[in-house]
């Protein structure tokens, strides 16, 4: 059997109030040259009741025993899908009839193009979510941000397939994966919503933010540690620090000021972030991590002397943000 152009893959848990109009936005696509796999982490509302009314021939659903999560059924979908390129989708957003036919004209004629996302529109609300288009606004921002809406992605199967995702980073499994793919080949979003997001109590809570944070935060570490410094003159706890940032004392401030310059010159030698806006994104984090520090240590005999390691902008910023905190204590 020849295999299809796209396997759309759509875990699914407990949407039964959703999952039809995903299923119906699926098969009203433009492009119908495509298998449709669905995979249950064993629901217990209507959800899977709900999908086997559908007859169409390009659905595979897969009904799994046990809840083993979110992750573990996106990587069974990849290790199913023959097509030669895997979207995919959530059980409770909303694809736009055209959306599967846009990311093939961008990969056709964009052939270094692996992952194409799209903007998106959240349910009830008004006017898009626009996210960065290029590969090198994309790559920037990855330092800072989740710059691709998984929902919206169309990936090239044969670089999914080489990763997958990695259980272990979820709720920010997209995110590590993106860190991982950004340096394979280039990232496009397409500026126009493709795709309907649908906001609800269901998602995620806050004690998964806490984890989704700090699986973010570890998957960036990640990403900078790719630049070829000296991982033994600037080990991970210290660099660790100063991102977050918390600076305690002047020692690893120094040091933190010297990596930052460091990452500079070795990443406009190695050429694996843009150079201007790999330093603007440095600045933004040297001047964090000196707020920080100077915000308990400014008034420290012991510590002025380090103003000289920031740049004069940020030295006069410092100092007019505690001059403003001594004129409300005086006042008050």
Known sequence: MKPPLISVLMPVYNCGQYVAEAVDSILNQTVIDFEFIII????????????????????????????????KSLNMGVSMARGQFIARM?????????????????FTSRPEVIVCGSCMTVIGTNGPIMFPETHTEISIALLSSNPVAHPSVM???SSLKKFNYVPEK???????LWTTLISEG??????????????HDSQISSTKKEVQYKSFFDSRHELLRRLPYSKEKYDDLLTRKSLIPEISNS?????????????????????LFPEVAF????????????LGFFTNHLFQLSTIPLLMYLPLNDVIRILKMHGKFLISKVTT
Do not use: C
């Open 90 to 106: 959530d059980g409770d957003d909303v694809s736009l009839p055209e959306r599967f036919a846009e990311q093939l004209n961008l």
């Open 186 to 199: 280039q990232f496009y979003n397409i500026q126009k919503a493709l795709i309907q997001y649908r906001l």
């Open 155 to 157: 990936i090239r199967s």
């Open 251 to 271: 020692q690893d401030f120094i040091k933190a000021s010297k990596w930052f310059s460091d990452l500079k010159k070795v990443n406009k030698n190695s050429g």
């Open 40 to 71: 249950d982490d064993a629901s217990t509302d209507s959800t899977v009741e709900i999908i086997r009314q559908y007859s169409d021939p390009r659905i595979t659903l897969v009904v799994k025993e046990a809840n083993t999560g979110y992750t």
């Open 170 to 176: 979820e709720p920010a499994e997209d995110y590590h």
């Open 279 to 290: 330093d603007d994104q440095i600045n933004h984090w040297m001047t964090n991590a000196a």
